[in-house]
């Protein structure tokens, strides 16, 4: 009889797909937690906001053990293709140009930028008003790249930062004119607060596809169909179910997805 366990044991070892290996394994996904109300750290230091709610949504719908890594913004591409993780949830805007080195998940959420300056200052062109002003953007982000290509040549000086709470304290600070953000970003992580108050929103809505994308999206490995598939399916199940939903109404009065 032992025999005989043993071998049937052995037999569903072998036929056991390697697959179920895989979904077993830990998901590590890459975060940047300074980015409220997307993602943020409580007074007690654990990371909180809408990214990492909707990413444990996720994984609780994948059914998946899911490990959050933090990392700075600039380095999360990099970390995801060294595989430091498995998968970057962290606000990354669906562009043509990480299109040539990650691939993307369908979105899960879509918002545009916008510019924040003193309260009463008018912008109608920026390329006009903007000239001789620093604009203060973070390093390696779409609104980088969108001030680097066309504020730049214009005569408007740009500025890096390694996180967009930085620019807010220079912004308020009088060591930056204006800065190139999320408009949820600026809303809730500055304009809400005490240093944001005597500043507002000024100007139009940057949405161009080119360097804005389709929204935001999780980032996996070139050729990763299958982590970007699991991902797809949960982000459409808890768009079905109302998980979104409960987590969008945490921290939104609107709807962040977008049409």
């Not at 545009?112 to 203060?136: H, I, W």
């Not at 000086?157 to 930085?166: A, D, K, L």
């Not at 050729?223 to 945490?250: C, H, P, S």
Request: aromatic share 10%; charged share 25%; with cysteine.
């Amino acid at each position: 009889m032992n025999k005989a366990a043993l071998l049937g044991a052995l037999a569903l070892s072998l036929l056991s797909p390697l697959s179920m290996a895989d979904d077993a394994k830990p998901l590590r996904i890459g975060i940047e937690a300074a980015y409220p109300p997307f993602a943020m750290k409580t007074p007690e230091g654990a990371i909180t906001g809408f990214d990492y709610d909707i990413g444990n949504a996720l994984c609780a719908e994948m059914q998946a053990k899911c490990v959050w890594i933090e990392q700075e913004f600039d380095g999360l591409i990099p970390a995801l293709k060294v595989r430091k993780f498995d998968a970057v949830l962290s606000s990354l805007s669906i562009t043509p140009e990480r299109l040539k080195s990650v691939d993307f998940t369908s979105k899960y959420y879509h918002t545009p930028a916008k510019l924040a300056m003193k309260a009463g200052s008018v912008v109608n062109d920026p390329l006009v008003d903007l000239k001789g002003k620093k604009v203060g953007v973070q390093r390696a982000s779409i609104y980088d790249r969108y001030a680097t290509e066309m504020f730049a040549p214009a005569g408007i000086e740009v500025v890096r930062y390694s996180s967009q709470n930085e620019i807010f304290l220079d912004l308020a600070a009088g060591r930056v004119d204006a800065t190139l953000a999320d408009v949820v970003n600026i809303d809730d992580g500055f304009l809400k607060t005490d240093a944001g108050k005597g500043f507002a929103l000024v100007g139009p809505d940057y949405n161009d596809k080119k360097y804005f994308g389709d929204g935001a999206g999780i980032a996996v490995r070139k050729g990763d169909k299958a982590t970007a598939e699991r991902f797809n399916k949960a982000i459409a199940a808890i768009r079905a179910n109302g998980k979104y939903q409960e987590v969008q109404n945490k921290y939104f009065q609107f709807n962040v997805y977008g049409e």
